[in-house]
């Protein structure tokens, strides 16, 4: 195991439902805590008091989070999944194994930001469609572009999806200021995209700008180091291709 897939397996533990292994944590020592409080024994009090503190902290900021993906019409709730795993014929775009760019000037645009290393997260939109059984990005808007590149404001983006299909876009981009292979993992907030189906990510690994896409089910990386061809990959896939 070498230091990337070390920090990936991290990040993966850190975003995953190890939230609900803290909130039992959480629970157990606020229960201790109370019990050693009527029974008068300060010093044991204060030991849960101190454990109690980061696992509270670690499950309110997670809570924060989930409950943010609940917000809009479209929830990523387990009948939501299990309606999108099997039904593909109304969500083709979540069942792609490639996604494909074939906008090499937005591509390279998109990139060349990346590559700035800008201290805000930015994105901006992008169409895609089904072609050849996979998903195509044929137009992505630039990057370097006034209208459309929209700065993060702390937890949101602030998408104008109405503004963004009317103009005829049905996917969004965004950066990671925070560079290394963590940003291999998707977590359920940035997953979470209301009415969006194709989404993509970049950020920059040892100096490099990197994209990778990624929906409701499945995560896309340039498995070959062709950043113009995204195959579906799961977490073993993305470990291997990080050693």
């Known amino acids: 195991m070498n230091k990337e897939q070390l920090k990936y397996l991290g990040s993966g533990l850190i975003f995953s439902d190890v939230y609900y292994t803290s909130m039992g944590v959480t629970l157990l020592n606020s229960a201790s805590l109370v019990f050693n409080l009527i029974q008068g024994n300060v010093v044991s009090s204060g030991l849960f008091l101190v454990n109690l503190i980061p696992f509270a902290g670690y499950t309110f900021i997670q809570s924060v989070l989930r409950k943010s993906d609940l917000k809009g019409d479209d929830k ?9 795993k099997s039904d593909v014929d109304n969500f083709p775009l979540q069942h792609v194994d490639e996604v494909i760019i074939s906008d090499s000037f937005g591509l390279e645009a998109m990139l060349k930001r990346t590559s700035d290393k800008e201290k805000k997260e930015w994105g901006v939109p ?9 998903a195509e990005i044929s137009r992505i808007h630039n990057p370097y572009s006034d209208e459309y590149v929209i700065f993060s ?17 049905n996917g969004f981009q965004h950066f990671h200021p925070i560079s290394g292979v963590s940003s291999y993992y998707i977590c359920r907030q940035d997953r979470v995209k209301p009415k969006l189906e194709i ?5 920059n690994v040892k100096e490099k700008p990197v994209v990778i896409g990624f929906n409701r089910l499945h995560t896309y990386v340039p498995l070959d180091g062709d950043q113009t061809k995204l195959q579906k990959a799961s977490f073993k896939d993305i470990y291997r291709f990080l050693g």
Do not use: A, P, R, V
Not at 126 to 134: A, I, V
């Open 126 to 134: 992008f169409f895609s469609e089904l072609k050849d059984g996979n």
């Open 153 to 169: 404001n702390f937890m949101s983006l602030g998408l104008n999806f109405d503004k963004l299909f009317e103009d005829e876009y």
């Open 199 to 203: 989404n993509l990510l970049s950020f």
């Open 76 to 84: 990523i709730g387990l009948k939501s999944l299990t309606k999108i």
